[in-house]
């Protein structure tokens, strides 16, 4: 037989033989030198319990060639190595068989269809769950399960197959200019320049990166609302969806008006593409929908939002608005930006960021004040607060930008640079040019984007968290800068909650997606003693089972958690006080059950809940 086909899992698997590898046995006596004379090479070390090698087959098929080795007296077994349609990775049956019996079926029938090929109970399952091995008797083990699968007797048979899996570890970007984005790893300084800069003052995207092990979801969309979009720019044009132009009501965007560029180098620092050159954004993956032709006109307010809802962008990225106290937001336009926080992404709300504004003054640009949506103010890399960046309670969080060394970013190909300056100068603070695609920016217009590429980062770990949620999951994992004594609950007029950590951001994102307890973080009250509980506390007997939830450090926290478990579950919460690494540890089990079957069936209902935990004999806690 060429293939063999068989059903695994909800599909069919179609594998094809080796004709160059095997799998083989041996006992720890073999001679190595022997061994020589018939292994080629070795491939694998261990893959289901076999050494996967190379044999010496001259001249011989790879069957034949097999069939003489495992008449060797130090090979156990010898088995043949298949690959499935489609995969270039080497598997191997295991010799084990999971078979489920068809309703009815006694244990004297299930008996006889095992004795029928030959096979050896290991492990009942349940009254109609068997697991079987293989013996020497027996056809391969894939024969056996084709053949089982055709059985009437017998509801399900799945060989048992080991195959290399992949680690999946994360490969950093190979755009050339990187180096110079200190914004997403600061390391103390600048690639090409000699200009010292605070190591670790930047967002902590890098990391963010390798806890996803990617660079966000291609899913995930951020709109980008502004003016004059490059979208030939080799770091943008392969990423761009639903464009719109307001003033011209069309799909084509206006290039060319030296007046606009703004638009590009915002885009780039939310979503450059990691293509092996230039720079990358935040979120080099995400999709680019640019919104073309800002307006304080009610109707194209409306508008812009409206569309970004309807086409189903994810995130807003709004780097302006105005501090004209002759010009706050009115109800139409307040109810706009509501409409897209609130409806947006089938009624999870778009995260919508704006900048919190460049004009050095005691509160923010209105729009960025709008309750729905994150103001952004800026920090240096030197984490201090960028001078020019608007101050006020509204403020969410900061991001690193220029006011000591700038960001570099995206430039339009029409764009002519500073004013008043001549040569490099017009678009490199230091004069020395890092290609003509690129140029040096900043000011809350750069802080903004890159803060709404985290957040797609967030959504890429999580995408079923709500616009608020991301908001509330900033506030809680940025990182304190400053002076201490400015921050007032948490809060400070130019920081806001902190500067953004977009690793500790994705790591609470992955952390709700899991549905797991924090491990550290408590709320402050329990912290501080307050808040009342009533607590019934019976020593429990080390026997039965229940669904271990967690561990932590903080006995607040294990308060917490078993009033919300009890109230939710209406069952026991038992805990088990230890020592781990000096530190106590509490351990919060869910449940008592005298049958493991009964601690699974709460685990199921738990996890319906959104609540992750595993079955644990409680004698394992002793």
Same mark, same amino acid.
């Given at each position: 037989?060429?293939?063999?086909? !068989?059903?695994?899992?909800?599909?069919?698997?179609?594998?094809?033989?080796?004709?160059?590898?095997?799998?083989?046995? *041996?006992?720890?006596?073999?001679?190595?030198?022997?061994?020589?004379?018939?292994?080629?090479?070795? #491939?694998?070390?261990?893959?289901?319990?076999?050494?996967?090698?190379?044999?010496? *087959?001259?001249?011989?098929?790879?069957?034949?060639?097999?069939?003489?080795?495992?008449?060797?007296?130090?090979?156990?077994?010898?088995?043949?190595?298949?690959?499935?349609?489609?995969?270039?990775?080497?598997?191997?049956? *295991?010799?084990?068989?999971?078979?489920?019996?068809?309703?009815?079926?006694?244990?004297?029938?299930?008996?006889?269809?095992?004795?029928?090929?030959?096979?050896?109970?290991?492990?009942?399952?349940?009254?109609?769950?068997?697991?079987?091995?293989?013996?020497?008797?027996?056809?391969?083990?894939?024969? /056996?399960?084709?053949?089982?699968?055709?059985?009437?007797?017998?509801?399900?048979?799945?060989?048992?197959?080991?195959?290399?899996?992949?680690?999946?570890?994360?490969? +950093?970007?190979?755009?050339?200019?990187?180096?110079?984005?200190?914004?997403?790893?600061?390391?103390?300084?600048? +690639?090409?320049?000699?200009?010292?800069?605070?190591?670790?003052?930047? +967002?902590?995207?890098?990391?963010?990166?390798?806890?996803?092990?990617?660079?966000?979801?291609?899913?995930? *969309?951020?709109?980008?609302?502004?003016?004059?979009?490059?979208?030939?720019?080799?770091?943008?044009?392969?990423?761009?969806?639903?464009?719109?132009?307001?003033?011209?009501?069309?799909?084509?965007?206006?290039?060319?008006?030296?007046?606009?560029?703004?638009?590009?180098?915002?885009?780039? #620092?939310?979503?450059?593409?990691?293509?092996?050159?230039?720079?990358?954004?935040?979120?080099?993956?995400?999709?680019?929908?640019?919104?073309?032709?800002?307006?304080?006109?009610?109707?194209?307010?409306?508008?812009?939002?409206?569309?970004?809802?309807?086409?189903?962008?994810?995130?807003?990225?709004?780097? $302006?608005?105005?501090?004209?106290?002759?010009?706050?937001?009115?109800?139409?336009?307040?109810?706009?930006? %509501?409409?897209?926080?609130?409806?947006?992404?089938?009624?999870?709300?778009?995260?919508?960021?704006?900048?919190?504004?460049?004009?050095?003054?005691?509160?923010?640009?209105?729009?960025?004040?709008?309750?729905?949506?994150?103001?952004?103010? %800026?920090?240096?890399?030197?984490?201090?607060?960028?001078?020019?960046?608007?101050?006020?309670?509204?403020?969410?969080?900061?991001?690193?930008?220029?006011?000591?060394?700038?960001?570099?970013?995206?430039?339009? $190909? $029409?764009?002519?640079?500073?004013?008043?300056?001549?040569?490099?100068?017009? !678009?490199?603070?230091?004069?020395?040019?890092?290609?003509?695609?690129?140029?040096?920016?900043?000011?809350?217009?750069?802080?903004?984007?890159?803060?709404?590429?985290?957040?797609?980062?967030?959504?890429?770990?999580?995408?079923?968290?709500?616009?608020?949620?991301?908001?509330?999951?900033?506030?809680?994992?940025?990182?304190?800068?400053?002076?201490?004594?400015?921050?007032?609950?948490?809060?400070?007029?130019?920081?806001?909650?902190?500067?953004?950590?977009?690793?500790?951001?994705?790591?609470?994102?992955?952390?709700?997606?899991?549905?797991?307890?924090?491990?550290?973080?408590?709320?402050?009250?329990?912290?501080?003693?307050?808040?009342?509980?009533?607590?019934?506390?019976?020593?429990?007997?080390?026997?039965? $089972?229940?669904?271990?939830?967690?561990?932590?450090?903080?006995?607040?926290?294990?308060?917490?958690?078993?009033?919300?478990?009890?109230?939710?579950?209406?069952?026991? /919460?038992?805990?088990?006080?230890?020592?781990?690494?000096?530190?106590?540890?509490?351990?919060?089990?869910?449940?008592?059950?005298?049958?493991?079957?009964?601690?699974?069936?709460?685990?199921?209902?738990?996890?319906?809940?959104?609540?992750?935990?595993?079955?644990?004999?409680?004698?394992?806690?002793?």
């Amino acid at each position: 037989m060429s293939k063999l086909t !068989f059903q695994s899992g909800k599909g069919e698997i179609t594998l094809r033989k080796s004709q160059s590898l095997v799998g083989l046995k *041996t006992t720890e006596t073999r001679d190595s030198e022997e061994q020589a004379n018939y292994v080629d090479k070795e #491939v694998l070390t261990n893959l289901g319990g076999f050494n996967i090698v190379k044999l010496n *087959t001259e001249d011989a098929t790879v069957d034949d060639k097999l069939d003489e080795v495992r008449s060797r007296d130090e090979v156990e077994v010898g088995t043949h190595v298949y690959y499935a349609e489609g995969s270039n990775r080497p598997l191997v049956a *295991t010799g084990e068989i999971y078979i489920v019996f068809a309703a009815g079926v006694s244990e004297d029938e299930q008996r006889i269809v095992l004795q029928e090929y030959s096979l050896q109970l290991v492990e009942r399952r349940a009254p109609d769950r068997v697991i079987a091995r293989v013996t020497p008797a027996s056809p391969n083990p894939f024969k /056996v399960a084709m053949a089982l699968q055709q059985v009437s007797l017998v509801k399900l048979a799945e060989p048992d197959i080991d195959t290399p899996l992949t680690e999946y570890e994360f490969v +950093a970007p190979t755009d050339d200019l990187l180096g110079h984005e200190w914004h997403l790893l600061n390391n103390g300084f600048v +690639a090409d320049t000699n200009y010292r800069l605070k190591k670790g003052a930047d +967002a902590k995207v890098v990391d963010a990166w390798k806890r996803l092990g990617n660079m966000g979801s291609t899913s995930i *969309t951020i709109a980008v609302i502004d003016n004059g979009f490059d979208t030939t720019h080799p770091d943008l044009r392969q990423k761009v969806i639903k464009p719109y132009d307001l003033w011209s009501q069309s799909t084509v965007l206006p290039q060319g008006d030296t007046r606009f560029t703004h638009g590009t180098p915002c885009a780039s #620092v939310a979503l450059a593409a990691s293509n092996g050159a230039g720079i990358v954004g935040s979120s080099p993956n995400a999709r680019f929908m640019p919104v073309n032709g800002t307006s304080f006109s009610d109707r194209a307010t409306e508008q812009m939002f409206d569309y970004c809802i309807k086409n189903g962008a994810d995130v807003i990225s709004c780097s $302006w608005g105005t501090t004209d106290p002759t010009f706050r937001l009115n109800t139409l336009k307040e109810e706009a930006i %509501a409409r897209a926080a609130r409806q947006g992404r089938n009624g999870k709300g778009c995260v919508i960021v704006f900048a919190a504004g460049n004009e050095d003054l005691e509160y923010l640009n209105y729009y960025a004040a709008h309750p729905d949506v994150i103001a952004v103010s %800026a920090s240096t890399s030197q984490d201090q607060h960028a001078s020019y960046a608007n101050r006020g309670r509204e403020v969410w969080v900061c991001a690193p930008s220029n006011g000591d060394w700038p960001i570099l970013a995206a430039r339009a $190909w $029409w764009d002519e640079g500073l004013s008043g300056e001549s040569g490099n100068y017009k !678009f490199w603070r230091d004069g020395r040019s890092r290609g003509q695609y690129y140029k040096h920016f900043g000011g809350t217009s750069s802080a903004t984007p890159l803060v709404a590429g985290i957040c797609a980062l967030i959504l890429s770990a999580n995408p079923d968290l709500k616009a608020s949620e991301v908001k509330e999951i900033l506030q809680k994992t940025a990182d304190k800068i400053g002076d201490p004594s400015e921050y007032t609950n948490g809060h400070s007029l130019r920081f806001g909650y902190g500067r953004i950590n977009a690793d500790k951001a994705v790591a609470e994102a992955l952390r709700r997606k899991e549905g797991a307890a924090p491990v550290v973080e408590i709320p402050q009250t329990v912290s501080a003693g307050k808040g009342l509980f009533r607590f019934d506390v019976k020593r429990q007997n080390p026997q039965g $089972w229940g669904v271990q939830i967690g561990a932590f450090y903080d006995y607040g926290n294990v308060l917490i958690q078993a009033e919300k478990l009890q109230r939710q579950f209406g069952e026991a /919460v038992i805990v088990n006080i230890n020592e781990l690494n000096g530190k106590t540890v509490y351990k919060v089990v869910v449940g008592a059950f005298a049958s493991q079957a009964d601690a699974l069936s709460l685990q199921k209902r738990m996890k319906d809940a959104g609540v992750g935990g595993f079955a644990k004999n409680l004698a394992d806690l002793a």
